[in-house]
């Protein structure tokens, strides 16, 4: 299975979302996708599965993600609060990864 985002396949002269759908409006969505070349990603050899396992989107799993740590206030409890916050630095992280890899302005 190979995780991508489709984002990448909604610019230029057809933009699809990469394994033959229309493109995709959030640019935070997340697909789960069978490997073409990886026999184990269709189940009983069934070459006519979909392509696509999951859709979801980085929001949603966020959202997953706060609905569990939630108290009835409708905070974070404070056992979760770590996690959270090492989630953040990590989207941070991977947010600073992608404005690196991209050519400075020269």
């Known amino acids: 299975m190979d995780v991508i985002f489709p984002v990448e396949y ?6 699809t979302d990469g394994i033959g759908g ?26 006519e599965a979909p392509m696509l396992v999951k859709k979801t989107t980085l929001a949603e799993i966020v959202a997953y993600c706060l609905d569990g740590w939630r108290t009835h206030d409708g905070y974070t409890e404070d056992d979760h609060v770590p996690a959270s916050d090492a989630l953040a ?10 404005d690196a890899g991209k050519r400075p302005n020269v």
Do not use: H, K, Q, S
């Open 22 to 47: 229309p493109a995709v409006d959030d640019a935070g969505t997340v697909y789960i996708v069978r490997d073409e070349e990886v026999d184990e990603d269709w189940p009983d050899g069934n070459y």
């Open 10 to 15: 909604r610019f230029g002269d057809n933009p």
């Open 89 to 98: 630095a990590a989207l941070r992280a991977a947010a600073d990864m992608l």
